[in-house]
Antibody, heavy 122, light 106 residues
Framework: QVQLQESGPGLVKPSQTLSLNCTVS??????????WTWIRQPAGKGLEWMGR???????NYNPSLMGRITISLDTSTNQFSLRLKSVTATDTATYYC??????????????WGQGTLVTVSS | SYEVTQPPSVSVFPGQTASVTCSGV??????VSWYQQKPGQSPLLVIY???KRPSGIPERFSGSSSVNTATLTISGTQAMDEADYYC?????????FGGGTQLTVL
């Protein structure tokens, strides 16, 4: 049973960098065919896929966030992380990490963290 | 960029069948997943690869797909099924979520 847990500051000032970690248990982040993914959800709104990193280290990002987002792996701690630069109030959301599994030309998210609320405010 | 569209809300009486749709151009060429999200909880996978049900998901949840539309069907809807439902599809190198459908059990 794979479990994921987000961690990081709940408050970030505008123009600064949002940094979150996702600790994975029950699976090794650098083995298998897993897509380690960040998804966010503003209060009362829908889910937004932000980006992912494959076990090999390859990444894909939402074009709307390109230039601001970086996702990386830390094999020593079995974590993957999210960095989002130059944040504004519109980046206020609950941030989820999730595991994506490939199947027949698609990817589905079978395991999710509990989510962490990040507020952008001075 | 690719987009998928869901109705904002669907209502159903207990015991009846609820259908939640997800529409997109040539969506039938992609494999769609469905997630249930209750207030204050993380999303839960209920259908993947259009029609497959993960272990532990009740048989009343089923999925189907046609040329431009994927459908989540809940047969014999129960009060506990009241939630937001999101479809998700893979497009090239990115993932896309629908805007979500709020299912109300009357």
């Amino acid at each position: 049973q794979v479990q994921l847990q987000e961690s990081g500051p709940g408050l970030v000032k505008p123009s600064q960098t949002l940094s979150l970690n996702c600790t994975v248990s029950g699976a090794s982040i650098n083995s298998g065919s897993n897509y380690w993914t960040w998804i966010r959800q503003p209060a009362g709104k829908g889910l937004e896929w932000m980006g992912r990193i494959y076990t090999s280290g390859g990444t894909n990002y939402n074009p709307s966030l390109m230039g601001r987002i970086t996702i990386s792996l830390d094999t020593s701690t079995n974590q993957f992380s999210l960095r989002l630069k130059s944040v504004t109030a519109t980046d206020t959301a609950t941030y989820y990490c999730a595991r994506g599994l490939p199947a027949a030309g698609s990817i589905y998210f079978d395991s999710w963290g509990q989510g962490t609320l990040v507020t952008v405010s001075s | 960029s690719y987009e998928v569209t869901q109705p904002p809300s669907v209502s159903v009486f207990p015991g009846q069948t609820a259908s939640v749709t997800c529409s997109g151009v040539k969506l039938g060429d992609k494999r769609v997943s469905w997630y249930q999200q209750k207030p204050g909880q993380s999303p839960l996978l209920v259908i993947y690869q259009d029609t497959k049900r993960p272990s532990g998901i009740p048989e009343r949840f089923s999925g189907s797909s046609s040329v431009n539309t994927a459908t989540l069907t809940i047969s014999g809807t129960q009060a506990m099924d009241e939630a937001d439902y999101y479809c998700q599809a893979w497009d090239s190198t990115t993932e896309v979520f629908g805007g979500g459908t709020q299912l109300t059990v009357l």
